[in-house]
């Protein structure tokens, strides 16, 4: 299956998708999944979560500089993987122009608020698998595709 298409995909199924299970390294070694709602994915293959300083998956961040972002598509009965490297970032700017009333439940001094950050992922690694779009790689569609990001763009990988 042709690279593009793998990669409109991937995009097609996210962008359908409200939540995904965010996963982060803990102190222990142990993984730390939860439900987020990330914002909708850049061009780049970048995601960002508004979170808040006193969660635990920023001292994750912060500490591994790594996050998995999970996306379950039941209807396309798909998923969709994004790996990479992850920070905490303070983009005031972004913060103000996504600010809904909800947001304050969570974050109740405002966009403003230096505590109100985001957990940015730069994808590394993009895994898909689908039924429905049939992308179910050998053996037996137990193995997802895999592509990686090089110098150059996207490619695909074996494994």
């Known amino acids: 299956?042709?690279?593009?298409?793998?990669?409109?995909?991937?995009?097609?199924?996210?962008?359908?998708?409200?939540?995904?299970?965010?996963a982060t390294q803990g102190e222990e070694g142990e993984t730390n999944a939860r439900i987020v709602q990330p914002l909708p994915i850049d061009d780049d293959w970048t995601v960002?979560?508004?979170?808040n300083r006193r969660?635990?998956?920023?001292r994750e961040i912060?500490?591994?500089?790594?996050?998995?972002?999970?996306?379950?598509?039941?209807?396309?009965?798909?998923?969709?993987?994004?790996?990479?490297?992850?920070?905490i970032v303070e983009d005031l700017e972004l913060k103000r122009s996504i600010w809904k009333p909800a947001h304050a439940r969570?974050?109740?001094?405002?966009?403003?608020?230096?505590?109100?950050?985001?957990?940015?992922?730069?994808?590394?690694?993009i895994e898909l698998?689908?039924?429905?779009h049939e992308v179910i790689p050998e053996p037996q569609g137990y193995s997802a595709a895999v592509l990686l990001r090089d110098g150059r763009g996207w490619r695909q990988s074996a494994t």
């Open 48 to 51: 960002n979560l508004l979170t």
């Open 129 to 132: 698998w689908s039924a429905v």
């Open 1 to 22: 299956m042709e690279t593009d298409r793998l990669l409109t995909l991937a995009r097609k199924l996210i962008g359908e998708l409200t939540f995904c299970v965010a």
């Open 62 to 87: 912060e500490r591994s500089g790594r996050m998995t972002l999970i996306y379950q598509h039941d209807a396309d009965k798909s998923y969709v993987t994004l790996v990479g490297r992850a920070s």
């Open 55 to 58: 969660c635990r998956k920023v």
């Open 106 to 125: 969570w974050n109740p001094a405002g966009p403003d608020d230096p505590a109100t950050v985001f957990a940015r992922l730069v994808t590394e690694r």
